[in-house]
């Protein structure tokens, strides 16, 4: 599958998902993706391998975020991996400030690499750090939202994501699955001060895969 087909599948994905984007951005989307795939034979930062699939279900899923992100300036991602849905996010976002964070510093440093060559470095930062719920001695922000994907439980995600965003800012899980949890949203947002904002749930364009997100606000 060349660039072109990959930015068309995408575009037609997010039309599903009712995420609209310039061509142009779409088309930096698979450039992000590609760079993925061809930094990924060397550094292991995916076990996907497929451009289309990557397209999918790395890219259309970070952006399931995008709806949340009006009015938001200042966005952490924590335990980021490859730079998602981090990268994806800042692509989609003009203006969006994106830190992004995480403890592998082989990942950090594609994560550099990528915001410099999609022109993304004036604001797009990536940290090496283990995020401990320090963010003065770890030089991450107080951010407007948290997101993470794929980090750890919603609980203990909590628990952390708590110390990095500003009061009366949120949160947002990308859990694979709602299932079983559901019951417990609102009652493991309250521990952490939390309120449950939003919950929606979602399958992916192609696959169909289950996805469901949760927007969480800090109480003031
Ligand atoms: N968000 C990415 C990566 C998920 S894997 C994606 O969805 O593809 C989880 C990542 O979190 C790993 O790269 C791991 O190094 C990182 N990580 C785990 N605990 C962390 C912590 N406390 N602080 C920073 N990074 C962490």
Same mark, same amino acid.
């Given at each position: 599958?060349?660039?072109?087909?990959?930015?068309?599948?995408?575009?037609? *994905?997010?039309?599903?998902?009712?995420?609209?984007?310039?061509?142009?951005?779409?088309?930096?989307?698979?450039?992000?993706?590609?760079?993925?795939?061809?930094w990924n034979a060397k550094v292991n930062?995916?076990?996907?391998?497929?451009?289309?699939?990557?397209?999918?279900?790395?890219?259309?899923?970070?952006?399931?975020?995008?709806? =949340?992100? &009006?009015?938001?300036?200042?966005?952490?991602?924590? $335990?980021?991996?490859?730079?998602?849905?981090?990268?994806?996010?800042?692509?989609? !976002?003009?203006? %969006?400030?994106?830190?992004?964070?995480?403890?592998?510093?082989?990942? !950090? $440093? +594609?994560?550099?690499?990528?915001?410099?060559? %999609?022109?993304?470095?004036?604001?797009?930062? &990536?940290?090496?750090?283990?995020?401990?719920?320090?963010?003065?001695?770890?030089?991450?922000?107080?951010?407007?939202?948290?997101?993470?994907?794929?980090?750890?439980?919603? $609980?203990? =995600?909590? &628990?952390?994501?708590?110390?990095?965003?500003?009061? #009366?800012?949120?949160? !947002?899980?990308?859990?694979?699955? *709602?299932? *079983?949890?559901?019951?417990?949203?609102?009652?493991? #947002?309250?521990?952490?001060?939390?309120? !449950?904002?939003?919950?929606?749930?979602?399958?992916?364009?192609?696959? *169909?895969?289950?996805?469901?997100?949760?927007? +969480?606000?800090?109480?003031?």
């Open positions: 599958m060349d660039n072109a087909a990959a930015t068309t599948l995408l575009q037609e *994905g997010l039309r599903r998902l009712c995420v609209e984007m310039p061509q142009e951005v779409a088309l930096a989307q698979v450039v992000f993706a590609q760079e993925l795939l061809r930062l995916t076990a996907i391998v497929q451009l289309e699939a990557v397209v999918e279900k790395h890219l259309i899923d970070s952006l399931t975020v995008v709806p =949340w992100l &009006a009015g938001n300036e200042v966005v952490l991602d924590l $335990g980021a991996g490859a730079g998602l849905p981090g990268i994806p996010l800042a692509l989609a !976002v003009p203006g %969006l400030q994106v830190t992004l964070v995480d403890a592998v510093a082989k990942k !950090v $440093g +594609f994560i550099k690499h990528a915001a410099a060559m %999609l022109g993304l470095a004036s604001r797009v930062k &990536a940290v090496h750090a283990r995020a401990e719920g320090k963010p003065e001695s770890e030089k991450l922000p107080r951010a407007d939202l948290v997101v993470s994907r794929a980090l750890m439980d919603v $609980g203990p =995600w909590l &628990a952390l994501a708590a110390a990095y965003v500003r009061p #009366g800012g949120s949160v !947002v899980a990308m859990m694979g699955k *709602g299932v *079983g949890l559901e019951g417990q949203l609102a009652e493991l #947002g309250a521990e952490n001060g939390f309120a !449950v904002q939003d919950v929606k749930h979602l399958a992916l364009p192609f696959s *169909g895969d289950p996805r469901t997100l949760v927007r +969480f606000m800090r109480r003031k």
